[in-house]
């Protein structure tokens, strides 16, 4: 290949890592992400930087991490200013092309300010995170003032699934013997088939838009970094036929929990587990109801994903295109009582990732995993190199993992950071906690999980002893947890006074800064042959400051 490679990159929404065959999972069966990860690299510790849609999302965008982008919840406006992935690559004329879900929010109010019309070319890339919006659909807009009529609605009504909600009513509803409505909302719904075939299903939806987008880029000679970005399997739990009814509880795999972790005397741990959301999953029937719906939104992914790769095999796409595969979060589904996300257990902030390079330099890696630490900021720096963007280490706080692709040394990591802003939730209240300091931060050195949590005692697991991270150490007295507790929570520190807002020192201005003196500033020197000793120039040649 001569030129340089496109990327798609596939994200699906609230997948957990141990759902897929290639990673474990011994009854859903993935055989084309595990053909992808035959032809690429799998990755068995990656880790997002928050448990939630948008922080995380707006940390993979930025390749920041969420104390630096500023975006700690959904609904927060990434500022106006955040460079994102598509600022850095039009910088080399390539695109960042957006087909499905960002859950990012404009920054309206900072764009009035500074007087950015939102429907010119600026004001459509800061609202859109930076990527060109090919399709833009986050879902999630039930029948509500807060509805987000979307292009796929639009494509439902022209098909013939035509209401007030097409989204509501048919993609993520189902019906009862008499044809009435029963929304996927509510969880007891989740293993009826959705109002609507799978070929106009939203994952089907996204693929064909995805094969659409590549089409025209054809035309196009710049490269391109397109994010296929499924809402699903992400609830509402609901799947169309036939993948409704694939799996049963035969196919559930137990819960990992323990009855000591319900006694656990640790307030947040408590107030997550009196959350509406995890006292409904800690039931039995809860999850024998939804997780094979869950489980038939992934299988129809796959079956989806087989169906793309096929039509890039067949149209010459795959020849030049790095493919890589991954998740925003996971989800609980009932494992330690909890459900959602939100926390940092490994089925919640652990996520695939799997990155498939054509490149010939990738050859020695094809089909092989790695246990490195990595974090999902570090996809930014690696799509940039592919696409001859230059590094930007005074902005992007992920590392390039383009030495692993390649099997080359350069990449290295002691510990990966996730975060979570919970002021919005039934925990902060329930707890008191005001809005400064309702945050927890977690930081993983590839054995011992250390999560500090503001106003309260720490949560610690060491799963080389504790695999499924069932006893909380935090407090613990032993000499030996003492010693890593305070490691541990020296690492945060470290991490978080290092420079993370200097955006604006792009190298020509730290290049002017060391070249201070040929402009004249002279600072600490006595005289004319001092300055010459250490410059090595004639004194003459300068104009310094005072000087006539």
């Not at 990434?78 to 092309?97: I, Q």
């Not at 587990?273 to 094979?292: K, T």
């Not at 990595?374 to 590392?399: S, W, Y």
Request: a negative charge; glycine letters at 6%; one cysteine or more.
């Amino acid at each position: 290949m001569t030129k340089r490679p496109n990327v798609l990159w596939i994200m699906a929404d609230q997948l957990r890592f141990d759902y897929l065959s290639c990673y474990g999972h011994p009854h859903l069966h993935t055989p084309n992400i595990d053909a992808l990860a035959a032809r690429g690299v799998q990755f068995n510790n990656a880790y997002v930087q928050s448990p939630v849609c948008g922080p995380s999302r707006m940390s993979a965008y930025t390749g920041r991490y969420v104390r630096s982008h500023g975006s700690t919840w959904n609904g927060t406006p990434l500022r106006v200013g955040e460079p994102t992935l598509g600022d850095h690559l039009r910088e080399v004329d390539a695109r960042a092309v957006l087909v499905g879900k960002t859950h990012m929010t404009a920054d309206a109010e900072g764009m009035a300010w500074l007087g950015i019309d939102p429907d010119s070319e600026i004001g459509v890339r800061v609202s859109e995170c930076g990527f060109e919006p090919f399709e833009r659909d986050d879902g999630l807009h039930p029948d509500s003032a807060r509805q987000n009529w979307s292009a796929y609605d639009d494509y439902l009504v022209a098909h013939g699934f035509e209401s007030e909600n097409p989204w509501e009513d048919f993609a993520n509803s189902g019906s009862d013997a008499d044809g009435a409505l029963l929304s996927a909302w509510l969880l007891k719904n989740s293993r009826l088939a959705a109002n609507v075939p799978e070929e106009h299903s939203e994952t089907a939806y996204m693929t064909n838009r995805a094969m659409e987008f590549m089409t025209e880029a054809a035309q196009d000679d710049r490269p391109w970094v397109c994010h296929l970005s499924y809402i699903k399997p992400h609830w509402p739990y609901i799947v169309p036929a036939p993948y409704h009814d694939m799996y049963d509880e035969t196919h559930i795999v137990p819960p990992i929990r323990s009855e000591a972790e319900q006694g656990n005397p640790h307030p947040l741990m408590q107030a997550y587990l009196g959350a509406r959301v995890c006292q409904s999953f800690s039931r039995d029937h809860v999850r024998e109801h939804v997780i094979p719906a869950y489980m038939g939104l992934i299988k129809q992914l796959d079956d989806n994903l087989g169906q793309l790769f096929a039509w890039m095999d067949a149209e010459g796409h795959s020849e030049n295109t790095i493919i890589t595969f991954t998740s925003d979060h996971g989800d609980y589904m009932g494992d330690h009582w909890m459900g959602d996300k939100d926390f940092y257990h490994e089925m919640a902030v652990k996520v695939p990732l799997i990155i498939a390079d054509p490149r010939p330099e990738a050859n020695k890696m094809r089909g092989q995993k790695t246990d490195a630490l990595v974090e999902m900021i570090d996809l930014a720096p690696t799509f940039m190199n592919a696409l001859g963007c230059a590094a930007k280490p005074h902005v992007i706080e992920g590392r390039d993992l383009t030495p692993i692709l390649h099997d080359t040394d350069g990449f290295s990591r002691n510990y990966v950071i996730s975060e979570h802003d919970y002021h919005w939730s039934d925990m902060a209240r329930a707890l008191n906690q005001s809005q400064e300091s309702a945050h927890t931060k977690m930081i993983f050195d590839g054995r011992w999980k250390y999560i500090r949590c503001e106003g309260f005692d720490p949560v610690m697991f060491d799963l080389e002893t504790d695999t499924h991270e069932l006893v909380d150490i935090g407090t613990s007295q032993t000499t030996a947890h003492c010693q890593v507790r305070a490691r541990m929570e020296a690492a945060p520190l470290t991490w978080a006074t290092r420079h993370h807002t200097r955006v604006t020192a792009t190298p020509n201005v730290l290049a002017r800064q060391s070249k201070a003196a040929e402009a004249g500033i002279l600072i600490g020197f006595w005289d004319e042959a001092e300055y010459l000793d250490s410059a090595g120039k004639a004194f003459d040649t300068l104009t310094p400051v005072g000087r006539g």
